[in-house]
């Protein structure tokens, strides 16, 4: 009391008047509810939203300003400047301001929570193509994967492990708006990217947020700024990455004749009229043990993958315009991207967006933003076919294909040859393009108007409403093929008299969010000498999808042009995208509120809680609620330390619970309809039988990190160093699972909430300015995840199996599970007692590389159908990537981006398909059995043992690759061109090279499919099989910015 | 100051537009009626009838969306060595993996995987095995049909349901479908597998009971369903109604033409044959008593004849809303496929002289013989003749039937088997002739030419390979015959032609020889492991597994 008072008198008796002044940030835009403070007093007063206030000063006093994200000023109350104070964003402490988590822009210091963040201008040279190009590596505890190198197909994500067996996506956000996916969305329109995790930061988005946010920011102009304009062009080069070993044996183990040409049923090899290979003959082991792999081919070979696989070019180019008047900013973006594919054909996309923002009066901004992208596509192969669920398997037969085979052979008709190996039903995939053509058009539009009013104290009112609008248009068309010499042996499509159909399909995304946020300070606003600020948030969030489809088929086309609907003899039409679509239309809707409370103690601790709770049409009968509690607080012991070195320290925890949606419709019970014939409907039981009751999946997390900011003693040397660590700590409960019933009961399945998974893992990221020399700046950075998801509890206790992905008790998520060959002459079945050799037998065999082997007929022993081993899980046992960027007397910036996956595993199932024929290059290599070393035929093809799954072909997927390595020069200080602000070349190289013991062609072109192809889902495991997948590519690219 | 009204009014509009209603959230799924709403409409329950066939349709671990009961048949086809898979796939390799086979000169193969088809079999069923438990086929089909068809019984009793037209004739079409389809998948389960489980549950719950029977008992619970089947069709006669429904419940891809549709007084016939094949089947000749054979002749007499319409089913041409995909038989035989090869022991069964060899089957397009290693009953030198060609067993462009129950010619044959064991073989052969003419052999007539019971039993055992030919029923032959018995049982084939590989025969090209198969089949599966993890078996329970 006594202070204050003394302090009072003071003021009293110095000659005070009152000054006022505006804050602006750089680019003139006044800076919300900056701090303005007389130093040693307790005068202060806090800026309104335009940055403008009052003080009462004394000429002599020193001004102290500051703001969340700026370098704090200090000026003398005389100071001429005091009218118009410019803060600088303050870079050096990259105390980011971060919005998603949290609700409200807050200092990234004073958040309790992890929020990981890419500025563009950390996106490297080489992303060219989709954001997920530019998010891999850059995001701690994000296992980012591209599945396979086909034009337009993304990646898929997964943060802090298993959330759940169905592998939910997170949610993205566009500038606060849901928004389905980031496919199609345009690199050179990002701002910003911002990730939150998990359940913990959870709070804003309840029922949704279980498997993390990613949230993108798109480019904004500024207030006050002359036009600038920034065209960027792309030229890049792209081919197939091919590993670094062979697929294909050199030698082969057919039976040939005395001058060693293969024979097939007694002669020569030879092709059929209609372009076919007889089926050679093989050297039967069963008749000879002792059959080796090791004849050179005395015909002339091929390699398919070369000939099936081109390199293709890849342009961009973007164009920039952003400014903004007095009272508004503007910035649009246009690009256009032209990819060709390497197999076929091309995919283009055209992105326009416009970010458009005006304060109409004081304290009330309009912001509207729009993304418009239309894409379009004529693939072919691969797996561009959004028809099959499966993974296109043309991709087989260019790798499990005789090598004689010249897949470029033209028949008499001058047309490729479908089926070339008789006795195989795989299809020439260059036929394709004879017989079949098919064409995706996509329109989507992204729009979102943000309004936004800040009172002049306390109080902020934020309405949003956004809405998606994606349509597609899909043509598929398999000619007429009586014309072909293989009419009635082989055919693109389902019937040699070929087919067309189109199919149409709109889904629409609203998502409305009204917010209200109410900011006190105890100090400034109520004159209260503690340094406590509050932030109240009050939310409603409102969220509907729609969806519609409908296709049309007309098939036995005529054999003459023009081929359309009209064309066929046979027509046939419905809902959704193919005949027995089941969700051909849906409609979703949730709603939900959300309080939180936070409290700030100057920049010491803060802590907050609050909830969310939500309704969905899709749980607990659409009627109750549920509600997700969360709570953070965070301590900055740098406040108190004032350590030299120690720039800042920041530990803090939180906890937080979030939702996962059930699958649409999932509780509705219904009956199944299936067209039958012409005119007729079957309806049926639906073998897998829904839940009325199904409640959301929840995920409750704990998370707990520090954030710490320090530098070197040394001049250049390790000016900043940033450690980011995040331990976390999570449970899912009520996961849904399609729960096995006996079959006698008439069904399959039934959907209930019956999985709970423990989760746990390390997010760690390191950022070091290296060096920071006058001509020379080095900065490095290093982002590690570490996540293992355990599953806790199956429905009854029983493991669900899917071909060799599992889900077991006790287990890891993700995990392989397979018989293994035996591994000791005296291993046990799995009662403990009884041997699989019986011991009077144990002398005829014997263990080679690892494995028991019968020394007669060579062949490697397997443990029975019943006794399946775990083989390790898909996912990494972590993930690190190793970020560095050099920059040479401001103009030269060398960058290169490794990322490291190290300890998954992969099923080789195209090793495995290679074994049926004996065409793995495995087949060269010779083992020694009983003293004897040779390629043994029957050892390889004990281990192939059909389609089963089995342990030999389980590898280890561990891989570094280059990811990006990109030089560029800025050009700009050299042309001297007044009206060039900006002039850059760079070149670059994405996927450059890659290390792994992997023997397939590409580790990270893995997926979830069966050893037919078919996607997995419920295995809560999205990669780790390499079916046949189209790799990823390796690329070249030259860039131009162009800037004025 | 009024600025701020202006928005804050706005932004109410805004949100009380879209604000919450509870109402909102009872989105109604737009893609498929339930229960309640659909089967109290005609349309809807005939709907519901005609979706029976639709049933087998399922995932498969491993290889998709597939219909089972088309494997099921592959199974039968295979099994009764009318063709040969050599793939993996469905466990078809293990399913069809004779034990061993011997050449004339004496030298001896055993199946590479070494161990009897009961032991691999065995070794698949479980859960972990996925698609490769042969186990899981059949079973999981026929009561999928089986709850479908309770639920029929159950919806054509609510009083909501009505009708136009004569209600009780529909009603009374409808409940002789669902009993029909029991009848069929008791018969199906007691005729393959060790024990079964009888659910009689209408409701639209899943509940289970855990009181397996042995096949005996389940075969009786098939007679119980076709015999109320047949009290229900006694009373009907193919009118206006009759046809009504009947047209609405078989979809055109099967041929609902009028003329082509099954008639009360025909299905009873069908009904019949199948009693008949119900007795047939389920022993092994030497145990056949006489009161057997007198039963079947019994039902024979009352069974199908030449120009009665059976239950069958079909493809569209496009393969569009039908409910094959590529596992319908004669897609499975076609040269694209390559799923069914023909075996070399179903084409040597051809008399010389039967032209329906030539009319289906065309040799010299492929030649192979120890197909992948795999065993060197997997070769042969035939393919089947496209239906477009001509043939019978194989289409590019969705011809053809398959049927699903009994044929006129099956119904000959039984007659003809219980006549000769009768001791009426001249009666026999010439039942066995009128099949030859039916079916346009070409051959002369055996009866009247003084053969014996042994000789008119090799002629019916002929006639029964080569006219029943897909037709699901040669694996039930083999296994009464003892063919696929173990050979110290007695069982095997002697003279079952091998195309015996180059390096073998010691021949410049592959050889067609005669040797000793001996096959050491299962004669009964044991109930899948699928079943069995959720559904212990109660007390009382018969076992379960072989």
């Keep these: 009391m006594l202070w204050i008072f003394s302090t009072s008198i003071t003021s009293l008796f110095a000659q005070t008047k009152e000054k006022s002044g505006k804050i602006t940030d750089a680019n003139g835009t006044g800076v919300s509810y900056a701090s303005v403070k007389v130093k040693g007093s307790s005068r202060g007063a806090k800026a309104s939203a335009d940055g403008s206030f009052k003080i009462m000063v004394n000429d002599n006093d020193s001004i102290i300003v500051s703001a969340v994200g700026y370098e704090t000023r200090t000026l003398l109350a005389s100071d001429a400047n005091l009218g118009s104070i410019q803060l600088q964003q303050d870079i050096r402490a990259l105390n980011e301001v971060v919005v998603t988590g949290v609700g409200v822009a807050t200092d990234k210091r004073k958040i309790a929570i992890d929020v990981s963040s890419l500025n563009s201008k950390d996106i490297p040279k080489s992303a060219v193509a989709s954001i997920e190009q530019a998010l891999v590596g850059k995001i701690s505890g994000a296992q980012i994967q591209f599945n396979s190198g086909t034009p337009g197909t993304g990646a898929t994500i997964q943060l802090r492990g298993v959330t759940d067996v169905g592998n939910t996506p997170p949610m993205i956000l566009l500038d606060g708006i849901e928004v389905s996916d980031l496919n199609g969305l345009d690199v050179a329109s990002v701002e910003r990217v911002e990730v939150v995790k998990g359940a913990a930061a959870g709070m804003l988005y309840g029922a949704q947020g279980a498997a993390g946010v990613i949230q993108v920011f798109t480019k904004k102009g500024s207030r006050s700024k002359k036009p600038s304009v920034s065209l960027n062009t792309q030229l890049s080069f792209d081919q197939i990455i091919k590993g670094n070993r062979p697929l294909i044996a050199k030698y082969h183990s057919f039976e040939t004749d005395a001058d060693g040409y293969i024979l097939s049923g007694g002669s020569k090899i030879t092709k059929s009229p209609t372009g076919q290979w007889s089926e050679p003959d093989l050297l039967d082991p069963a008749v000879d043990p002792n059959v080796v792999n090791n004849k050179p081919y005395k015909e002339q070979t091929y390699d398919h993958i070369e000939q099936a696989y081109k390199k293709a070019f890849t342009n961009n180019l973007s164009l920039n315009i952003n400014g903004g008047g007095e009272k508004s900013d503007y910035s649009f973006t246009l690009s256009r991207f032209i990819q060709n594919n390497v197999l076929d054909n091309q995919y283009q996309r055209v992105n326009l967006g416009s970010n458009l923002g005006f304060e109409l009066f004081k304290g009330f901004t309009v912001r509207n933003i729009t993304q418009v992208i239309h894409t379009q596509d004529n693939l072919l192969s691969g797996d561009a076919d959004i028809q099959l669920a499966a993974t296109n398997s043309n991709r087989f037969s260019i790798t499990n294909s005789w090598p004689f085979i010249d897949f470029k052979f033209k028949d008499s008709t001058g047309h490729y040859v479908v089926n070339n190996r008789a006795g195989d039903q795989s299809l020439n995939p260059l036929s394709e393009r004879d017989w079949h053509q098919r064409e995706t058009n996509s329109y989507r539009v992204l729009n979102n108007i943000n309004l936004n009013y800040k009172f002049p104290r306390f109080v902020e009112l934020d309405y949003k409403y956004g809405i998606e609008v994606f349509n597609t248009d899909y043509t598929n068309t398999y000619f007429n093929q009586s014309s072909a010499l293989q009419y009635s042996i082989a055919k693109w499509g389902t019937a040699p008299l070929g087919s067309i159909n189109k199919s149409y399909a709109r889904f629409t995304n609203q998502n409305s969010l009204a917010t209200a946020s109410v900011k006190l300070d105890f100090q400034n606003d109520f004159k209260m000498d503690i340094p406590l600020r509050s932030t109240t948030i009050v939310g409603y969030d409102w969220r509907k999808r729609e969806y519609t489809a409908y296709f049309t088929q007309s098939s036995n086309l005529a054999p003459y042009p023009p081929i359309n609907l009209n064309s066929g003899l046979i027509k046939s039409n419905g809902d959704g995208l193919f005949a027995g679509d089941p969700l051909g239309n849906f409609a979703f809707a949730t709603y939900g509120v959300l309080v939180s409370q936070s409290f700030d103690y100057g920049n010491l601790f803060g802590i907050s809680g609050g909830f969310r709770s939500d309704y969905s049409s899709e749980f607990g009968e659409a009627t109750k609620p549920f509600t997700f509690p969360r709570g953070a607080v965070y301590f900055r012991p740098s406040e108190l330390l004032k350590m030299h070195n120690l720039l800042d320290w920041k530990i803090r925890g939180a906890y937080g619970e979030a939702g996962i949606q059930p699958n649409y419709y999932a509780r509705q019970v219904t009956l199944g309809t299936f067209p039958l014939g012409s005119g007729g409907l079957g309806l049926l039981l639906n073998s897998q039988v829904s839940n009325p009751a199904l409640r959301v999946q929840r995920s409750k997390e704990l998370e707990i990190g520090t954030d710490i900011t320090f530098k070197s003693n040394l001049d250049s040397w390790l000016t900043r160093i940033t450690l980011s660590a995040t331990y976390w700590n999570r449970k899912s409960t009520d996961i849904i699972q399609d729960a096995p019933l006996p079959l006698t009961s008439g069904a399959g399945t039934l959907t209930d909430n019956l999985i709970s998974i423990t989760s746990k893992g390390f997010d760690i990221s390191l950022d070091a300015n290296v060096y920071e020399g006058s001509s020379i700046k080095w900065n490095t950075g290093v982002r590690f995840g570490r996540a293992r998801s355990i599953a806790d509890q199956i429905a009854l206790h029983k493991d669900i199996v899917n071909g060799f992905f599992a889900v077991k008790e006790g287990q890891e998520l993700g995990i392989l599970y397979a018989p293994t060959p035996l591994h000791s002459i005296n291993q046990m079945r799995p009662d403990g007692k009884t041997p699989y050799i019986d011991p009077s037998q144990a002398a005829n065999y014997e263990v080679v590389n690892g494995i028991v082997v019968d020394k007669a007929s060579k062949k490697a022993l397997i443990t029975d159908p019943t006794d399946q081993s775990v083989l390790g899980s898909v996912y990494p046992k972590f993930n690190m990537s190793f970020i560095n960027s050099v920059v040479i007397k401001n103009n030269l910036t060398i960058s290169a981006q490794l990322d490291w996956y190290y300890g998954n595993k992969i099923y080789n199932i195209v090793r495995q398909w290679l074994y049926r024929d004996r065409l793995s290059r495995d087949y060269d290599d010779a083992i020694t059995v009983d003293g004897k070393p040779g390629a043994y035929v029957n050892f390889y093809n004990s281990l192939y043992n059909s389609v089963q799954p089995i342990s030999w072909f389980v590898e280890d997927g561990s891989f570094i690759r280059l990811r990006d390595l990109s030089v560029s020069y800025n050009f700009t200080d050299a042309v001297k061109v007044k009206w060039v602000k900006n002039l850059t070349l760079s070149l670059s190289a994405r996927n450059l090279f890659t290390i792994t013991n992997y023997k397939g062609l590409d580790p990270e072109a893995t997926g979830s499919e069966d050893s037919q192809g078919n996607a997995q889902t419920s295995v809560a495991a999205f990669k780790g099989a390499d079916y046949f997948h189209v790799p990823n590519l390796k690329s070249f690219i030259v860039g131009l910015n162009i800037g004025f | ?546």
């Design chain 2, 1 to 546: 100051m009024y600025k701020y009204k202006i928005f804050l009014l706005s932004a109410i509009i805004v949100m009380g537009a879209v604000a919450c209603k509870k109402a909102e959230l009872q989105l109604v799924n737009p893609n498929a009626p339930t229960p309640t709403s659909a089967l109290i409409t005609e349309s809807g329950i005939e709907s519901y009838a005609q979706g029976i066939i639709v049933r087998p349709i399922v995932n498969v671990p491993q290889e998709g969306v597939t219909n089972i009961q088309e494997l099921a048949w592959a199974q039968q086809i295979i099994l009764g060595d009318e063709c040969y898979i050599p793939y993996g796939n469905f466990a078809f390799r293990w399913t069809n993996q004779v034990y061993k086979v011997t050449l004339p000169d004496g030298r001896s193969f055993t199946t590479p995987i070494g161990v009897p088809q009961k032991t691999s079999l065995q070794g698949f069923n479980s859960r972990d095995a996925g698609e490769l438990n042969a186990f899981q086929y059949e079973w999981s089909y026929c009561y999928y049909f089986i709850k479908q068809a309770n639920t029929i019984l159950y919806a054509v009793e609510n009083p909501a349901l009505t009708f136009s037209g004569n209600a009780a004739t529909k009603k009374a079409v409808l409940r002789a479908w669902a009993l029909w389809w029991k009848g069929y998948c008791y018969s199906r389960i007691g005729s393959m597998y060790i024990a079964g489980i009888i659910n009689n549950d209408t409701t639209f719950n899943f509940t289970v009971n855990n009181n397996f029977v042995s096949r005996q008992d389940i075969i009786t619970e098939a007679t119980r369903n076709f015999d109320l089947s047949l009290s229900v069709l006694s009373g009907l006669t193919n009118d206006a109604d009759y046809y009504a429904v009947m047209q609405t419940i078989i979809p055109s891809f099967s041929d609902n033409s009028i003329a082509h549709l099954v008639t009360p007084a025909q299905w009873i016939r069908q009904i019949n044959s199948y009693k008949a094949r119900n007795i047939l089947v389920s022993k092994k000749i030497p145990d056949m008593t006489a009161a057997d054979w007198t039963a079947i002749l019994g039902l024979a007499n009352q069974g199908l004849t030449a120009s009665d319409n059976i239950f069958k089913k079909g493809l569209t041409p496009d393969g569009s809303n039908d409910v094959s995909g590529f596992t319908f038989p004669y897609l499975l035989a076609n040269q694209q496929n390559q799923w069914f090869f023909i075996s070399e022991r179903l084409v040597q069964e051809y008399k010389p002289g039967d032209t329906r060899l030539d009319r289906n089957f065309v040799q010299g397009v492929v030649n192979d013989a120890n197909k992948r290693s795999r065993g060197l009953q997997f070769g042969t030198r035939w393919i089947a003749r496209n239906i477009e060609d001509g043939g019978s067993y194989s289409t590019i462009t969705g011809q053809g039937y398959v049927n699903y129950a009994c044929t006129y010619e099956e119904n000959a044959l039984m007659k003809a088997e219980a006549l000769i064991y009768t001791g009426q073989v001249d009666q026999g052969l010439q039942a066995i002739d009128e099949v030859r003419n039916y079916q346009a052999s070409g051959l002369p007539a055996v009866a009247g030419t003084g053969l014996t019971k042994a000789q008119a039993l090799e002629e019916l055992r002929r006639e029964r390979r080569v006219a029943l030919v897909f037709r699901g029923l040669s694996f039930f032959d083999a296994r009464r015959w003892g063919v696929t018995a173990p050979a110290s049982a007695g069982g095997g084939r002697v003279g079952a032609i091998i195309n015996v590989p180059a390096s073998l025969a010691g021949t410049p090209g592959n050889t067609p020889m005669a040797c000793f198969v001996e096959y050491n089949y299962m004669d009964y599966f044991d109930v899948p492991q699928n079943e069995l993890d959720f559904n212990t078996p109660g007390p009382g329970s018969v076992p379960v597994k072989q």
